[in-house]
């Protein structure tokens, strides 16, 4: 049996041989982050694909996000390590739901989270992310929304703007069921520290929250910031990033439970397997990508806050 150190040596060869670069979701397992060439959210890092000159995309992540790499980079092979590394929040609504509701608020744009399926996408006017969401929405002619399809996501837009906003009732249960009384004793244990909470949280623990951001976010901020300890209530995958770029800082997750299994399925012997075989691949097909793409390109065309 070869020793990790043996399969990342030989992990770099075959994605030299095979002009790959491996991307790692920010709630990767730290080995694998620690491979990577990129580690960042999925829309940066589907943007960095969709950049680099390799060939060969190793998207180590969940199927959403292969899937993006996939719609911004048709012309580049997307592979993902683990084929059942699904997403809860991706799957709590199909294209055939998204219609039905679009048909009972006619002409009430959809924005969609890019943490949704491409075929959702593609039924979408406007994708956002955790870190956009608001400017997306408050970018919008119309004064009524459909947000889909997280709903903890879709309430905290709602209070942030005065739009009218229909949200879809799904949400990531790693974010959703985190115990207010976890995050209330780190609270009282470190009452010194800073609150980042991520806005798939239920609004009652935003409420606790000084800061309420993106993983992108939350690392920009923590590196920037002149304060020392922080509570982080995001999944636990974070913490690697945040500690390796801020050693002389303290980062205390808000609950033991805030752990995706699906985005722990990927090891170092799945990367490895998926470099030799070439596989799996995701490919999106074009009559879902182009329209999945163009809701992309609108948020991209969202001016950024100076
Ligand atoms: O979109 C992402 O990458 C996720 C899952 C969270 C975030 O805030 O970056």
New binding site residues.
């Given amino acids: 049996m070869s020793s990790n150190r043996e399969i990342k040596q030989d992990i770099r060869r075959l994605a030299e041989e095979r002009d790959a670069i491996i991307l790692a979701?920010?709630?990767q397992p730290d080995e694998i982050q620690e491979l990577a060439d990129i580690t960042?959210?999925?829309?940066?890092?589907s943007i960095a694909a969709s950049e680099t000159s390799k060939k060969v995309i190793v998207f180590c992540g969940v199927y959403f996000?292969a899937e993006s790499a996939a719609i911004l980079s048709p012309e580049k092979t997307v592979l993902l390590p683990r084929i059942d590394a699904g997403c809860p929040l991706a799957d709590s609504i199909t294209p055939q739901e998204l219609r039905k509701v679009k048909a009972q608020h006619p002409g009430v744009p959809v924005v969609t989270y890019?943490?949704s399926s491409a075929d959702v996408k593609a039924e979408s006017d406007i994708c956002c992310?955790?870190?956009n969401a608001v400017r997306v929405v408050q970018s919008l002619e119309s004064g009524e929304v459909l947000l889909t399809p997280d709903r903890n996501l879709g309430k905290f837009i709602a209070s942030q703007t005065d739009k009218t906003c229909h949200i879809w009732d799904g949400c990531?249960c790693i974010h959703d069921e985190l115990p207010i009384e976890d995050l209330r004793r780190c609270i009282e244990a470190h009452p010194d520290a800073v609150v980042l909470a991520?806005p798939?949280c239920q609004p009652q623990i935003l409420a606790l929250a000084d800061h309420v951001?993106?993983?992108?976010?939350m690392l920009n901020h923590a590196g920037k910031s002149s304060e020392k300890k922080f509570i982080i209530a995001?999944?636990m995958g974070l913490l690697y990033q945040l500690r390796r770029e801020n050693p002389d800082k303290e980062f205390i997750l808000a609950s033991a439970k805030l752990l995706c299994r699906s985005m722990k399925l990927t090891t170092l012997k799945d990367v490895h397997r998926s470099l030799a075989t070439m596989t799996p691949i995701i490919t999106v097909p074009e009559e879902i990508r182009v329209p999945a793409k163009k809701a992309l390109d609108r948020m991209l065309a969202v001016p950024r806050d100076n």
């Fill in positions: 979701h920010n709630y960042g959210d999925s829309l940066g890092l996000m890019v943490n992310t955790s870190a990531c991520h798939e951001l993106s993983t992108s976010g995001t999944e």
